[in-house]
């Protein structure tokens, strides 16, 4: 190969790298958290994700039934006493995120708090 066809091919495919690099961080990586909710409160109550990371949850309610609710990503999961359920999402608004337990079949319910946290 010549040495100015080298260097275009050499170009390009630097170019052909960093749009694939790009790509992959666009579509974020996948985050699998277990959350369990018992005792009034949440375990972990901290999550954090980068933005446009796809977060798997799985919720366990242990003792009662408890929801993982969080207004900023319309997102509210029951489970029942004793359950699991499972869901997953795209993180692709950053901020700072509470998530708590919108049931009230329990006083302690409202006690109930955590933050996820997307950067
Ligand atoms: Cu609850």
């Not at 275009?8 to 960093?18: D, G, P, Q, R, Y």
């Not at 790509?23 to 369990?36: C, I, K, S």
């Amino acid at each position: 190969m010549a040495r100015r066809q080298w260097s275009v091919f050499a170009t390009l495919s630097a170019a052909v790298v960093c749009l694939v690099a790009v790509a992959a961080q666009d579509q974020g990586a996948t985050r699998q958290f277990a959350v369990v909710g018992s005792h009034n409160a949440f375990r972990p109550g901290n999550l954090e994700v980068n933005r446009n990371d796809l977060v798997k949850i799985t919720f366990t309610a242990e003792d009662i039934a408890h929801s993982f609710t969080v207004d900023g990503y319309r997102i509210s999961k029951r489970a029942g006493a004793g359950q699991s359920v499972t869901f997953e999402f795209r993180a692709d608004q950053p901020g700072t995120f509470p998530y708590y337990c919108n049931l009230s079949q329990d006083d302690g319910c409202r006690n109930m708090k955590g933050q996820l946290i997307v950067r």
